[in-house]
C-alpha cells in the first residue's frame, strides 16, 4: 500500500526566511503524481505544486520548489521569502493514476513569525 | 476552470437525522468524485470513491449504510449521512477527477461542516 509521511507535525519561520517541509513516500509504482496543498484556516484545499515522477527537473512556482528524490522517495518543498499568508496547514500527497485517489501524509502546521 | 462546489458549506441537525451533502462540478465532467472526511488538526481520510452510473466503493471501516454516496451525473455526487449521531459530527470535503487536465490534480469543494447536536 502507499503510504505519505509527513514526520514534522508542526514548523516555524521568520517572515521573509525560507523554510523547508520535509515528505516522504513508500510506493512500488514508477510513475505516479506528487503534490503539495495548503489548508488555510478557511479549509479550503489549494494546490501548491505538483510533480509527475517520470520528470527529473524539480518543479517550482514562484516562491515554491520541490526537491523530488525518486530514489530516495523524497519530496520536500521549499518556500522562499516566507510570508504572512503562507502560514496554513500542508499535506504532502501522492496519486497513481487519473482516477485514483489522493492519499495525503499527516500534514504539518506552518507558523509565519512577523 | 475546473471548479468544484460543495453545498451546503454548514449545517446544524439534531441526532437521528438524516443529512445530504451536495458536490458538483461546475464546468467539467467528473467521472470519478472522492469524498473525505477531516477532523480538526487532522489529515483528509477517504471515506469512498464515487463513480458515476454505479455504486461507490468504500474504504474499510467506513460504514456504507450511514454513509450513502449516490454519484447519478457526471457532475453531481451527493453524500447523505443516515441518522446522524454526535460522532458523526465532522468536516466532509469532496473533490472530483478532471481526465480532461491531464495534471493528476483533484479539484476541491470547500468542504462541509456538520454539527449533530
Known amino acids: 500500500a502507499q503510504t505519505v509521511t509527513q514526520s514534522q507535525p508542526e514548523m516555524s519561520v521568520q517572515e521573509a526566511e525560507t523554510v523547508t517541509l520535509s515528505c516522504t513516500y513508500d510506493?512500488?509504482?514508477?510513475?505516479?503524481?506528487l503534490f503539495w496543498y495548503k489548508q488555510p484556516p478557511s479549509r479550503q484545499m489549494i494546490l501548491v505544486i505538483r510533480?509527475?515522477?517520470?520528470?527529473?527537473q524539480n518543479a517550482t512556482e514562484n516562491r515554491f520548489s520541490v526537491n523530488f528524490q525518486k530514489a530516495a522517495k523524497s519530496f520536500s518543498l521549499k518556500i522562499s521569502d516566507s510570508q504572512l499568508g503562507d502560514a496554513a496547514m500542508y499535506f504532502c500527497?501522492?496519486?497513481?493514476?487519473?482516477?485514483?485517489?489522493?492519499?495525503f501524509g499527516k500534514g504539518i502546521t506552518l507558523s509565519v513569525r512577523p | 476552470g475546473a471548479v468544484v462546489s460543495q453545498h451546503p458549506s454548514r449545517v446544524i441537525c439534531k441526532s437521528g437525522t438524516s443529512v445530504k451533502i451536495e458536490c458538483r462540478s461546475l464546468?467539467?465532467?467528473?467521472?470519478?468524485m472522492f469524498w473525505y472526511r477531516q477532523f480538526p488538526k487532522q489529515s483528509l481520510m477517504l471515506m469512498a470513491t464515487?463513480?458515476?452510473?454505479?455504486?461507490?466503493?468504500?474504504e474499510q471501516g467506513v460504514e456504507k449504510d450511514k454513509f450513502l454516496i449516490n454519484h447519478a451525473s457526471l457532475t453531481l455526487s451527493t453524500l447523505t449521512v443516515t441518522s446522524a449521531h454526535p460522532e458523526d459530527s465532522s468536516f466532509y470535503i469532496c473533490?472530483?477527477?478532471?481526465?480532461?487536465?491531464?495534471?493528476?490534480?483533484?479539484?476541491f469543494g470547500e468542504g462541509s461542516r456538520l454539527t449533530v447536536l
Open positions: 464515487s463513480n458515476e452510473g454505479s455504486k461507490a466503493t468504500y
Open positions: 510533480q509527475e515522477a517520470y520528470k527529473q
Open positions: 473533490s472530483a477527477s478532471h481526465t480532461g487536465v491531464g495534471t493528476g490534480e483533484l479539484f
Open positions: 500527497a501522492y496519486r497513481v493514476g487519473a482516477n485514483s485517489k489522493l492519499t
Open positions: 464546468d467539467f465532467q467528473a467521472t470519478t
Open positions: 510506493t512500488s509504482e514508477s510513475d505516479y503524481y
